[in-house]
Every structure is written in structure tokens, then in C-alpha cells.
């Protein structure tokens, strides 16, 4: 009987744009897989060369030179093991999403990524060429067939394959998380691993991109469909499996991660990856006593360590006792730096500079907007003068419907639980308490208020979260019309209230910092919505 055929999965966390480094990353792998693992073959992640997504870098000519360079450095250490890696390739005029087996200093196959996402956070159209023909390689001895991300989706490439006389898959991705998206993916392969007979080896990246997160969670499964192989979600590894004639054989399994699990460690990870790739010293926000900037802490702490993260306190005249008090001890509990800058005087000089022109005029939002921004100017200088980031708190509830003011609360470079619904605020505030309580209960037992005016709670202004919140999944997330929102049992005025709110603050969200992206429909690259529009709020 000859020996199984060693492959490596590579989950690796690259950088967009950085060739060099990607490249050399990459080699260490190599080497680690062909002496430590005495692995036949290595895969990478697609576009590994490049880091994903590499947006409108495609269109420069040096970059593609950049890449083809990085590409034949890979080469020359693809000696004693076959690499199989990601890249542009340019052939004839068009570029397409490539994957390439290196051996010995050569290319001795090169596949096209054959289905070009053209959704949600996706454009590859803009950059490829739809390629086509199967790529059969044999592995020490073994037919492989390889494809690339959205392949296995639409499955029929990998049919073809089989029917080429591939006897084992290998997909190499760049998929991004959101909520369920792990289980998603597996249900895909498996069903693709079942209808073609052949074990189907999943390799994906890892790491944070601007607002998306790839989760890794790689993972094999046999001709069966049976899962053999999955590795750790949010972290590097490289994960070794073996195949006996065309099965794998069972290995390490690492466990599912609950929802709020899987949630906080894509927050973590976006936020850590966001702070460390753009060379950040360090982290900077507004502690306010409420849950959003309790849980945003819990974040920044968790990701880049309290040392390098500062906590500010901006108390107002509206702001209450219990607020400091709960804010000071979280920032005790989780060994961060916590200042206290009051804003009455700042304030109140606003005010007094604005005396003449709002005379006769009665107070309202315009007041609450300017604390906001008072505290945006002190949260930017912060971050000037220390080079640390300012993560803004607002979560995807208020982003939604406007509830959070231009150039202050929304002021900032990062906005960590933007894509988080409040009700799910709450619930990761509540795992995160389990992990180690840190947060104090009364932050999150106690009322969301934005203490902008006198006894002011969010419920003057919007409905219940526990209500909001499904609304906002159904119109936002799924596109429903308001008519079929109400009749799932909604009232009809808080619908046409909500569906309103959301449609005529795109202006703000334009505005806002990038954001983790952790539900299947973000505001950003997901939902792009024309500012100045005569549709919205007239859907039946």
C-alpha cells in the first residue's frame, strides 16, 4: 500500500497590497510544510499573492508586475513540495483569478476561476475574465482537480472536474464571515463532495480587510460528504491531512463556535487587523456608561491589549452619576487607562457663541448635536497628538435609522459594532460577561439613554429595540416591502415610521467610518443606496 498524500492547508492572515510580505509569509509556510510536516503539497488561500480583495490595485500595471514577480519568488521555493497558490494571472490582454501549481521552479498548471461572484460585497466582474477547461494535476500520483472560491457554489466546475478524472477537490477561497456563513459553506461542499463521489479539501483565508472578516474554518470533508478535517475559526494554522487512495483520513476537528462566540471573534479579530495593518499605536473612545461603548472597550481590550487603549469620559450636565461610576469600573476591570474631560465649559462657550443667531428660537436637537461634537473634536485631537484610532461606538440600529449625529458620536476611524443590531449589543455584552464579568450589570440592565437632554431615553425617539430591531432585519437585510412587514404583525405607523428613518439617513451613512461587517447584509460594500433618491418611503 503507498503511503497517504500529505497536503497542507495553509489559513493564513495576509495583507492587501503587501506582495512582498504576503510572499515571504508564504515561504515560511513552505518551508514549516515540506520539513516539520513532511507534507507532499501546500495550498494557500485564493488571491493569496495579492491578499483579498484587492479591489482597483488590479488595475495598475505595476501591481500586476508586483504580482508576477511575487509569483516566481513562490516558485523557487516550491522544491521538494508542490505549492498550489492564488494570484491575478494576465494572459492575452485579460486578467484572470488564477490559482497556480508551483514545482520544482515551475509552473506546471495554472486554473481560471471559471464563476465570478457579482454580489453583495463581491465585483470580480469588474477585474476578470471568466476562465474555463478543467485543471487536472496529478499529486503523488493522485488526480487533483482544483477550483477556486465560487466554484464549488455553482458546483458545475466541479463536476466537470470529476468527469476529467479528478479523484480528489481542492478549493481554494477568500470568503468572508457573516452570521451562519460557516455552516453555509459546509452544507455546499457537502453536497457537491455527494454528488461527485470525491473528497473535497476547503482552504480559507484568515484575517481582517477594511470592513470584512475571513474566519478561516477551513476544513475537509470525504467522499461522503463526512466532515474529517476543520480547523480553527479566526486563527492562523496550518492544517495537515492526509489521504489514503482517495479518502482522507480523520484528523483534528476543532469545535463550532456558538453565534455570540463566532460574532465576538469576528469583532475582535476586524478590530485588531484594522488597528495593527494601518500601523496604529493604539486605540481611543468615549466611555459613555452605556452598553455600546462598554462592549467596544471589551473589544479593543480583547484585541490589541488594555495597555494600548485609552478610555475618555466627557461628562455634560445631563450626564448621571451612575454613568461615570459603572464607566470607571469597567475600565478598572479590564486594566485600561480611563480620563475625564468634562465638557459643561466647552459647551456652554458653543452656546454662548451661538447666542445672537439661535435668539427666539426654542432648544432641540441642534443642543444635543453639539456635545456630540464637542466630544468628536476632543476624541480626534486625542488620536492626532497619540496616533492612536478612534473607534466610534455606534451600533447598526442607530446607524440604520439615524440615530447618531454627524461629526460627533459617528466621528472616528473605525466603527467596531456598526453592523451589530442593539438587542444583539446586549447578547454579546452578556457572553462576554460569562467569559470573565467585566462589564457592571447596571449598563446593561439600565435603559439606553444617549443623555443628550434632561431625563432622555431612545425610546423617545424610536420605538423598542425589541421591535426596531426586526424590522430593520426585514427591510434592511432582506429587502422587504414595507407592506410585507406588516403583514408579519407589525403596526402599520411604527413600520412607515422606521422605513422613513432608514431611508432618508443614507447621507449619514455615507459618512461614516468603516465597520466590521458581521450580518449578511452590512451598510457599505453590501447595501449601496443613491443619497438622493424619489423612490424611498413610497413602497407599498
Not at 478535517?229 to 484528523?251: K, M, T, Y
Request: net charge neutral.
Amino acid at each position: 500500500m503507498s503511503a497517504p498524500l500529505r497536503i497542507v492547508l495553509a489559513q493564513l492572515n495576509l495583507l492587501v497590497g503587501d506582495i512582498v510580505g504576503n510572499v515571504a509569509k508564504m515561504c515560511a509556510a513552505v518551508d514549516k510544510a515540506r520539513g516539520e510536516l513532511q507534507a507532499h503539497a501546500i495550498v494557500f488561500p485564493e488571491l493569496a499573492i495579492t491578499g483579498y480583495p484587492p479591489e482597483d490595485l488590479l488595475l495598475r500595471p505595476d501591481f500586476i508586475a508586483a504580482t508576477e514577480q511575487g509569483l516566481e519568488e513562490l516558485c523557487r521555493a516550491a522544491k521538494g513540495i508542490d505549492v498550489i497558490v492564488g494570484h491575478p494571472s494576465p494572459r492575452d490582454g485579460k486578467l484572470y483569478n488564477a490559482a497556480s501549481v508551483l514545482r520544482d521552479d515551475k509552473v506546471v498548471a495554472t486554473y481560471a476561476k471559471h464563476c465570478l461572484p457579482n454580489y453583495g460585497v463581491f465585483d470580480e466582474k469588474r477585474y476578470f475574465t471568466a476562465g474555463s477547461g478543467a485543471c487536472v494535476v496529478p499529486i503523488q500520483n493522485v488526480p487533483v482537480a482544483i477550483t477556486i472560491c465560487e466554484d464549488v457554489w455553482e458546483g458545475w466546475p466541479v463536476d466537470a472536474a470529476v468527469k476529467a478524472g479528478a479523484r480528489l477537490v481542492i478549493n481554494l477561497n477568500a470568503s468572508p464571515y457573516h452570521l451562519n456563513k460557516s455552516q453555509e459553506r459546509f452544507e455546499v461542499v457537502v453536497q457537491t463532495a455527494r454528488r461527485n463521489h470525491v473528497a473535497i479539501l476547503y482552504a480559507n483565508l484568515v484575517g481582517g480587510q477594511d470592513e470584512l472578516v475571513f474566519d478561516g474554518d477551513s476544513f475537509v470533508v470525504n467522499a461522503k460528504g463526512e466532515l474529517t478535517h476543520r480547523a480553527r475559526a479566526f486563527e492562523e494554522e496550518l492544517c495537515l491531512v492526509e489521504i489514503s487512495g482517495d479518502n482522507p483520513v480523520a484528523g483534528h476537528i476543532a469545535p463550532v463556535l456558538s453565534e455570540a462566540a463566532s460574532v465576538y471573534g469576528a469583532l475582535v479579530l476586524g478590530v485588531r487587523d484594522y488597528i495593527e495593518k494601518n500601523k496604529f499605536r493604539g486605540a481611543v473612545l468615549g466611555l459613555s456608561g452605556g452598553v455600546d461603548s462598554a462592549l467596544t472597550l471589551c473589544l479593543a481590550v480583547d484585541a490589541i491589549g488594555p495597555g494600548r487603549v485609552e478610555a475618555v469620559m466627557m461628562p455634560s450636565r445631563y450626564t448621571a452619576p451612575m454613568s461615570l461610576e459603572d464607566s470607571r469600573l469597567l475600565a478598572q476591570a479590564l486594566g485600561v487607562t480611563c480620563r475625564e474631560i468634562p465638557i459643561e465649559p466647552l459647551f456652554g462657550a458653543f452656546l454662548a457663541s451661538l447666542k445672537e443667531e439661535f435668539r427666539g428660537l426654542k432648544p432641540d436637537t441642534t443642543e444635543e448635536n453639539i456635545q456630540a461634537r464637542v466630544r468628536g473634536v476632543l476624541l480626534m485631537a486625542i488620536s492626532n497628538k497619540t496616533g492612536k484610532i478612534v473607534l466610534t461606538t455606534g451600533n447598526k440600529s442607530e446607524m440604520a435609522v439615524g440615530y447618531a449625529t454627524l461629526y460627533g458620536d459617528m466621528a472616528g476611524g473605525f466603527a467596531a459594532i456598526k453592523d451589530v443590531p442593539k438587542t444583539l449589543v446586549y447578547r454579546l455584552a452578556e457572553w462576554r460577561n460569562k467569559v470573565r464579568p467585566v462589564i457592571p450589570r447596571r449598563i446593561i440592565e439600565r435603559p439606553p439613554s444617549a443623555e443628550l437632554a434632561p431625563d432622555q431615553k431612545d425610546t423617545d425617539s424610536l420605538p423598542p429595540y425589541a421591535t426596531l430591531d426586526p424590522i430593520l432585519e426585514r427591510y434592511v437585510e432582506r429587502d422587504q416591502r414595507p407592506a410585507e412587514i406588516i403583514a408579519a404583525g407589525f403596526d402599520v405607523a411604527t413600520v412607515s415610521r422606521v422605513v422613513a428613518m432608514v431611508d432618508r439617513n443614507e447621507y449619514k451613512r455615507r459618512q461614516a467610518p468603516p465597520g466590521v461587517r458581521i450580518t449578511p447584509r452590512a451598510f457599505g460594500r453590501d447595501r449601496r443606496y443613491p443619497i438622493t433618491s424619489g423612490f424611498g418611503g413610497r413602497r407599498k
